[in-house]
């Protein structure tokens, strides 16, 4: 059973923009802080950005400018806009959700970005 599904991963020239998505199954995100993570065959997995319930957004270093997150609780989703896409931006990306007693990942969706 998949309670946490990202959509929107594909193929862009790099300058080029991708929209992912995060939605929920069997629970609602509202209360969840809600983080993006992106890994590359033989690396760590490593952090793209996060939201709280709250709304406090936050970005690594590499996508300050390029990339946005935001929740729409009404549609129980979480999306991460991401524009100016870079070669180096090609790897799986995840959504992972948690309320700090119960957290859950996604199965990832690939983005490459490539001329």
């Known amino acids: 059973q998949v309670l946490l599904m990202e959509s929107g991963g594909g193929f862009v020239q790099p300058g080029g923009s991708l929209r992912l998505s995060c939605a929920a199954s069997e629970f609602t995100l509202d209360y969840y802080a809600i983080g993006w993570f992106r890994q590359a065959p033989g690396k760590e997995r490593e952090g793209v950005s996060c939201?709280?319930?709250?709304?406090?957004?936050n970005y690594a270093d590499s996508v300050k400018g390029r990339f946005t997150i935001s929740r729409d609780n009404a549609k129980n989703t979480v999306t991460l806009q991401m524009n100016n896409l870079k070669p180096e931006d090609t790897v799986v990306y995840y959504c992972?959700?948690?309320?700090?007693?119960?957290?859950?990942w996604g199965q990832g969706t690939q983005v490459t970005a490539s001329s």
């Open positions: 939201i709280t319930s709250d709304g406090i957004t």
């Open positions: 992972y959700a948690d309320d700090g007693t119960q957290d859950y």
